[in-house]
């Protein structure tokens, strides 16, 4: 239900007014809706939902099926009443784009991480990953996502259309990958170095990060050569790469980022209990 509304000010207040296509079928319902106003967009969405969830209740059995269709159905439904009484912003598109990504990928976020879809293109790949082995999951979401941007680019007769829905289509996509993946992101640092005692000693000491030792041996000389891993919040990252390389130029560092970590100073104190396991 939260989930549903924050999907529907993105779609009514932001979107639509300013012609606008998500991606997916709401996308595809603006483009009828802006043909057929007698049309809403909710209505739309169920009877383009109709036959993939006729697909989903063979291949996917009874359980994804009600639940999934459950969630369009209230979804639209929900779209089409808040369109009632939800102001409307027509101010500037890249401004409507930006806010629109935005809560459409919170609204959607909210009831993907449920293990709930509420059908369009999320379920088309779902369908299509089965027989399309060379493209990914999120490639065919994506390349069917471009198709919808099209598509209205083509109906409305305006290129910044497709240009301001593709910055609302990605912006979502990153809002639902937060969500889904974590929002506990984190860097990960791994750390080769002559002096990886005192660089060890000062991480421990000044920065109150953990690091663990692990055996390492050259490739090329054979020789041993301890690895250090370490995990900080990337506000941390600069004062780390202060404190290797003030004690060793050459050390070999490589960072990457790691979207969630569980653990001792990052999703529980010493003084707080350790949390129940998922």
């Known amino acids: 239900m939260v989930g549903g509304f924050i999907w529907a000010v993105s779609i009514n207040v932001f ?8 991606g997916g079928f709401s996308g595809v319902g ?15 969405i169920i009877v383009l939902n109709i036959p993939l969830f006729a697909v989903v209740y063979k291949q996917f059995g009874k359980k994804f099926f009600f639940s999934g269709a459950i969630a ?30 935005v809560l459409s990928g919170a ?29 990914s999951y999120g490639k065919i979401i994506a390349c069917l996502d471009m198709l919808v941007i099209a598509l209205a680019a ?40 002559d002096k990886h005692e005192q660089i060890q000693k000062d991480i421990l000491d000044v920065l109150h990060r953990g690091v663990t030792v692990l055996s ?10 301890p690895v250090m891993l370490a995990v900080c919040r990337p506000y941390e990252i600069i004062k780390v790469k202060k404190f290797i390389y003030s004690i060793d130029k050459k050390a070999f560092v490589v960072i990457s980022d790691s979207s969630e970590v569980d653990g001792l100073g990052f ?6 209990s350790l949390p129940p396991r998922p």
């Open 30 to 44: 603006t483009v009828i809706n802006y043909f057929f106003p007698f049309i809403p967009i909710g209505v739309s």
């Open 15 to 22: 979107t639509k007014p300013n012609l606008l296509a998500p």
């Open 216 to 225: 390492g041996k050259g490739g090329y000389t054979g020789s041993d050569r």
């Open 154 to 193: 083509l109906a409305f007769k305006d290129i910044d259309t497709a240009l301001y829905s593709a910055i609302t289509v990605y912006i979502s996509g990153r809002v639902v990958d937060k969500l889904l993946n974590g929002a506990d992101s984190a860097k990960l640092i791994l750390i080769i170095s």
């Open 72 to 101: 369009m159905v209230v979804t639209s439904v929900i779209i089409d009443v808040t369109e009632m009484f939800l102001p409307v912003y027509t101010g500037n598109r890249l401004i409507a784009a930006i806010f629109g990504g």
């Open 267 to 272: 999703s529980y104190t010493e003084e707080e």
């Open 107 to 135: 609204g959607l976020g909210l009831i993907y991480l449920r293990g709930i879809v509420t059908g369009g293109v999320d379920l088309m790949a779902r369908i299509f990953e089965k027989y399309i082995s060379f493209l």
